[in-house]
């Protein structure tokens, strides 16, 4: 069945420094790839999405792009700030929308705490 | 995106009794989920909450257990029954307007239960 792996946290970084949080995965066909974002206390936010392999999707300064030749949706900020710390979670859907496919499936979600 | 509203957002249970959940949206959407996030966990699909008609299970998760309603677009309910304290968890309703659209999480309902 279908999988997401995440890189072990937690991960604990200072204002401005450069973050990078892995995530490969495991699908058949072309699935849709998902970063949602929860903060403390709060529920999920969809973070960025790519739908297609090279796909790119950025929002709040946070990129990942989809490559299918590493089955990877990396994701990444230059500059992150206090704000950022939150739990971050990897997703995927099969290749459809449609009702009978639209499971998420998801990563075991990373911790990330920015220091001032 | 959809307005999602979960009550309650928290509570506290004793062992045995039920709790209902409710999920509104502000707008009318085809596809409504159940999830269970136990803690320090990931996400767990519950089910999908068919309006209608009953709700599809995953593996592990039954009826009996966790029964649903969806008596519309815009609304669902989740009830946590007989619990005990390994139903512990924060549960979330999360919906998809259609199908071209990925899915938006509500703020989600954290239980305890004693």
């Known amino acids: 069945g279908d999988s997401v792996t995440q890189m072990e946290g937690p991960v604990t970084l200072s204002e401005e420094a450069f973050l990078t949080i892995n995530c490969t995965y495991t699908?058949?066909?072309?699935?849709?790839l998902f970063w949602y974002v929860q903060y403390p206390g709060e529920g999920l936010q969809l973070l960025l999405k790519a739908t297609k392999a090279d796909d790119k999707g950025s929002n709040k300064g946070f990129e990942a792009t989809y490559r299918k030749e590493t089955t990877s949706f990396h994701l990444e900020k230059g500059s992150v700030q206090v704000s950022d710390s939150a739990v971050y979670f990897c997703a995927l859907t099969p290749r459809s929308y449609t009702g009978a496919n639209s499971k998420l499936t998801f990563g075991k979600g990373i911790t990330l705490s920015v220091r001032p | 995106s959809a307005v999602i509203s979960q009550k309650p957002s928290r509570d506290i249970c004793q062992r045995g009794t039920s709790l209902t959940i409710q999920c509104q949206v502000d707008s009318q959407v085809t596809m409504m989920f159940w999830y269970r996030q136990q803690p320090g966990q990931s996400l767990t699909l519950i089910a999908t909450a068919n309006q209608g008609s009953e709700a599809t299970y995953e593996s592990g998760f039954v009826i009996d257990k966790f029964p649903i309603s969806r008596p519309n677009l815009t609304f669902s309910t989740l009830t946590v029954s007989n619990m005990s304290p390994e139903d512990s968890s924060i549960y979330l309703c999360s919906v998809q307007r259609d199908s071209n659209q990925p899915q938006h999480f509500g703020d989600g309902t954290r239980l305890s239960i004693l």
């Open positions: 699908a058949t066909g072309y699935p849709s």
